[in-house]
């Protein structure tokens, strides 16, 4: 069987250090959450290394705890003692994306980035030093230009800052329940094939330190960046992916609300009602009416607020089966 792009797992902690398998292939973005306790988000990738944490949920800077994830391995990974991912008694989900392993040197933008892409998977993991100046330009490793780019700068208690196509890059928002607002950090520039613009924005390009970026493109039959309005109506809007969908994260753009995730491996029959959020450590949490529903070319929403009020909304999806692919650096 040929390696897939994107998988989600669920597992039970031990307390005791154990290997996660089923992924289908060793991942390079490992994003795991606690289902049935408020530990926080951690996220981590093959360019950082496995000593290595960030925190959807949380502004902070890096955390380099060595009871995490200790290895990335061929059929998944390896989680140690921590609470936030291997608690006796804990019910974890993890979503996993591969790239291109542990990086190589990109030249492509007048910063020289690290860069794990798989271009035929629209994905990669770009390591950067920001250097204060606007204008500025990074390598991003793929053949398309990225449609959504997820932000955080490693050194400092910075928010996170997500650019896309879907609110223009005249503007930026954040894994808060923010609405979507004018910002410079991408400086006002969309990316092209080879690279993605930056501004002086603290965020993402402060001298010295470093950051991380998950740039996403769209790729047929297997992930969808994009926008749909809601109708607030329990018959409710129906988004086109062109897949069944194996996980979607929803964010209205135009007002504060939730970045709200749903996946297969929690939910493996319609209805799609148990979700967690991005922005917040919360546990699992279970919508009390008819929420969604995975559908074989998309997503049919069955309840009347958000993320189906009459608003605009961005997500990012990627698909139940996977393509077969090869990687590309």
């Not at 990086?103 to 030093?129: K, L, P, Q, R």
């Not at 330190?209 to 039959?221: D, P, R």
């Not at 609300?257 to 939910?267: G, Q």
């Given at each position: ?18 290997s ?21 988000h951690?996220i ?21 705890a ?66 204060s ?21 490693r ?40 690279v ?95 929420y ?19 608003k ?18």
């Amino acid at each position: 069987m040929g390696n897939k792009a994107f998988n989600v797992v669920t597992y039970s902690g031990t307390g005791s250090t154990q290997s996660i398998t089923g992924v289908g292939f060793q991942p390079d973005l490992i994003w795991i959450k606690r289902r049935n306790s408020t530990d926080w988000h951690q996220i981590t990738d093959a360019v950082r290394g496995t000593n290595s944490q960030l925190f959807s949920n949380d502004t902070s800077a890096e955390d380099t705890a060595t009871d995490k994830i200790t290895a990335f391995d061929s059929d998944g990974f390896t989680v140690s003692t921590h609470t936030g991912v291997n608690a006796s008694g804990g019910t974890y989900v993890a979503w996993c994306w591969k790239a291109g392993g542990t990086g190589v040197s990109n030249t492509n933008g007048s910063i020289t980035s690290t860069v794990s892409a798989n271009a035929d998977a629209g994905f990669s993991i770009v390591s950067y030093t920001g250097n204060s100046t606007p204008n500025s330009t990074v390598g991003h490793g793929l053949s398309s230009a990225p449609e959504m780019i997820i932000c955080k700068n490693r050194s400092a208690v910075k928010t996170w800052i997500i650019g896309s196509d879907e609110i223009a890059w005249t503007k930026t928002i954040q894994f808060t329940n923010a609405a979507a607002t004018t910002h410079d950090a991408f400086y006002n520039t969309a990316p092209s094939s080879s690279v993605f613009t930056i501004g002086d924005a603290s965020e993402l390009n402060s001298s010295g330190n470093s950051i991380i970026a998950y740039c996403f493109h769209s790729v047929e039959g297997f992930s969808k960046v994009g926008s749909y309005t809601g109708n607030g109506s329990a018959d409710g809007t129906f988004v086109y992916t062109g897949f069944r969908p194996a996980y979607v994260m929803f964010k209205c753009s135009s007002n504060p609300s939730e970045w709200k995730i749903i996946d297969d491996a929690r939910n493996p029959h319609n209805v799609m009602d148990l979700e967690l959020r991005a922005d917040s450590s919360q546990a699992e949490s279970q919508y009390s009416g008819h929420y969604m529903d995975f559908l074989s070319n998309g997503v049919k929403f069955r309840a009347t607020d958000h993320p189906n009020q009459a608003k605009t909304y961005i997500y990012l999806a990627f698909a139940e089966n996977p393509f077969k692919y090869t990687n590309a650096r």
